[in-house]
């Protein structure tokens, strides 16, 4: 008798370490006591991620053949970057998804994100390579040399393609966020480049917050999103179908879930590659295979 009971609860056993495991593996744990602290108490000055509402769902991007990653948004030209990495290109886009124009990308390795830091002035990384470009574009320019571009190699925990992922630049605190996609998952932020004043040396800084990186009960980061409004940052992970809003101190805020039924969703979110924001609060997200989302939250 007491044989088969301890036989009978071998399944017992395993099913409950797997199913600790499982939570583990998708944070499924800290999600879950997030939810329900944030439902018992909103945080104040969160950006309300969760009261956002898709008004543009899954618009096919016409004319590409290859995959779009990343997304940025230029105030200038009140448009939309990203890139494709199969076939190297910076891309244009206007704001409800149509493609503008296509600038060739030479000696870019894999372009995996790009990133607005000022007029007429972007970053390009290389995810395999962790190169950050800094290129330098106008209404006439039809393609762009690596070679002939200011560059900085970080090489730091080199990975093959789990490198460099997503970009988010602060231009009040000089400061570019970049975010390494998994194993481990890290947001670095990079003092000194790109290097705009000739007159001051060449200082390069790298910092690590890991007590920010460990609150990040995400699977993956697909892309980065700086709010210059509330100093906020938004992590974007296609594996957890998430955008994750962290405050000054890198707390988690607010979600806003990428699943079928949430947000006004009809279908999730396939693999969501790029996050983006503009001067009002609108966000644009691109997803593979080449499809454009818009959210939104309601008039008060």
């Not at 979110?269 to 309601?298: C, H, R, W």
Request: charged fraction near 25%; hydrophobic fraction near 40%; aromatic fraction near 8%.
């Amino acid at each position: 008798m007491h044989r088969y009971l301890r036989l009978s609860l071998v399944p017992v056993v395993l099913c409950l370490l797997l199913l600790g495991w499982v939570g583990q593996e998708f944070r499924l744990f800290e999600r879950a006591w997030f939810n329900l602290t944030t439902w018992w108490q909103p945080a104040e000055q969160s950006i309300g991620l969760n009261r956002y509402q898709v008004v543009v769902e899954g618009r096919p991007i016409e004319g590409l053949d290859d995959d779009v990653s990343a997304l940025t948004y230029d105030p200038d030209r009140k448009s939309l970057f990203t890139v494709t990495n199969a076939r190297s290109e910076l891309i244009e886009l206007s704001l409800d998804g149509r493609i503008l124009r296509r600038i060739a990308l030479h000696g870019f390795g894999d372009p995996e994100a790009v990133e607005y830091i000022g007029p007429n002035s972007y970053v390009i990384t290389d995810e395999r390579q962790q190169r950050l470009i800094r290129v330098r574009l106008t209404d006439d320019t039809l393609s762009l040399d690596a070679a002939q571009a200011e560059q900085l190699t970080l090489g730091i925990g080199l990975n093959g393609n789990k490198g460099f992922e997503g970009l988010a630049f602060d231009s009040v605190g000089k400061r570019l966020f970049v975010a390494k996609e998994r194993d481990p998952m890290l947001i670095y932020e990079v003092h000194g480049f790109p290097h705009d004043d000739p007159q001051q040396p060449y200082a390069v800084n790298v910092v690590q917050d890991r007590k920010r990186d460990s609150r990040l009960f995400v699977r993956d980061l697909s892309s980065l999103q700086f709010d210059e409004r509330s100093g906020h940052l938004l992590a974007l992970s296609d594996e957890s179908r998430l955008v994750l809003e962290l405050d000054v101190q890198g707390r988690p805020l607010s979600t806003l879930s990428l699943r079928k039924g949430f947000q006004g969703l009809k279908a999730t979110v396939p693999q969501a590659e790029g996050i983006a924001m503009d001067e009002a609060g609108t966000i644009y997200m691109v997803s593979e295979p080449n499809l454009f989302y818009v959210f939104k939250q309601p008039a008060p």
